[in-house]
C-alpha cells in the first residue's frame, strides 16, 4: 500500500491466508515471517502496518517489542479474544475475521464477517482504505462484544468438530461415519431457518424427551470411553435443562 508498507508477522492458518488475501488484491507484502523468526529483518518505517497472525498468548509481547523499536509503527493483531486496543490506541488495531482457516482450503472472503476495533479515529480510514482494497466490509464493534463472538464461535465450530471426534470415536469406522454426514448437514440447515429464540425448538432426542431408559442404554455402551461418556452425561444435562 502507498507510503504503508505492510508485513505480515505468523505463518499459521490465517496468516497463510491473509498472504493469499493480500497477492489476489494485488496488495503488496514487504516481508513474512514467522513469530520465531527475528523482527530485524525488517525494515520498518514510520508508516508501517504490521499484521499479528500469532498466538494469543504472545500478542502483546510482540506489539510492546515493535513499539519500543518504533512507536510509530501501526498494528492490527487479528485476535477474537485479546483486548489491547485501549492500552495502545494511537498504535494498536483489532482486526478480527470470524472463521475457521485452515491452510490450502480455499476460502470465500465474502462470506467471512471481519470485525474491527479502532481506538483513534486518526487511523479509521487507513483501515477502510485498506478494507477497500481486500474487497472487505467489516462492521466495528466493542471488545466486550468481540470476545463474546469469539466465545461463540468455540461453541458453534470447535465444540461441533469435538462432537464430531466423539461420534468418529464411538463408531471407529469411517465407513460408518459418513453416514452421519446427512443428519449434519440438517442440523446446520435447521439453525440456519430458524431465529435465534426458536433454537430450543428444534432440539430433538433422548434428552430431550427424558428418555431415561435410552439414555442410560448410551451410557453403558460408553462405558469404555470416559471421555465421551463424560460428554455425553454433560450434554445431555444441558439439553434437559434447556427444554423445560
Not at 87 to 97: A, H, Q, R, S
Not at 174 to 195: A, C, G, H, M, R
Request: charged letters at 20%; aromatic letters at 8%.
Amino acid at each position: 500500500m502507498k507510503n504503508h508498507p505492510i508485513y505480515i508477522i505468523g505463518k499459521g492458518n490465517l496468516g497463510w491466508h491473509l498472504a493469499q488475501l493480500f497477492e489476489i488484491n494485488q496488495i503488496e507484502s514487504k516481508g513474512w515471517l514467522s513469530s520465531r523468526e527475528s523482527l530485524e529483518c525488517f525494515d520498518l518505517t514510520n508508516e508501517a502496518i504490521l499484521f499479528l497472525t500469532v498466538s494469543d498468548s504472545v500478542i502483546e509481547k510482540i506489539v510492546c517489542e515493535l513499539l519500543n523499536k518504533n512507536n510509530r509503527l501501526i498494528i492490527v493483531y487479528c485476535s477474537g479474544s485479546i483486548d489491547i486496543v485501549s492500552k495502545y490506541p494511537e498504535n494498536v488495531i483489532c482486526w478480527y475475521p470470524l472463521y475457521s482457516f485452515t491452510k490450502g482450503i480455499p476460502v470465500d472472503w465474502n462470506k467471512v464477517p471481519v470485525f474491527t476495533e479502532i481506538g483513534d479515529s486518526s487511523i479509521q480510514q487507513m483501515i477502510g482504505n485498506i478494507n477497500k482494497q481486500l474487497n472487505i466490509k467489516s462492521v466495528e464493534i466493542s471488545a466486550e462484544i468481540r470476545k463474546r463472538l469469539h466465545l461463540s464461535a468455540v461453541f458453534i465450530n470447535n465444540f461441533t468438530t469435538a462432537c464430531a471426534i466423539a461420534a468418529n470415536t464411538v463408531l471407529n469406522d469411517s465407513k460408518l461415519f459418513t453416514y452421519l454426514l446427512p443428519i449434519l448437514n440438517q442440523t446446520v440447515e435447521k439453525i440456519s431457518d430458524y431465529n435465534r429464540d426458536e433454537l430450543v425448538n428444534i432440539q430433538t432426542g433422548p434428552a430431550k424427551r427424558r428418555d431415561e431408559i435410552v439414555i442410560e442404554e448410551h451410557l453403558a455402551l460408553l462405558k469404555s470411553l470416559a471421555s465421551e461418556r463424560q460428554l455425553y452425561d454433560a450434554v445431555s444435562k444441558y439439553i434437559k435443562q434447556k427444554t423445560k
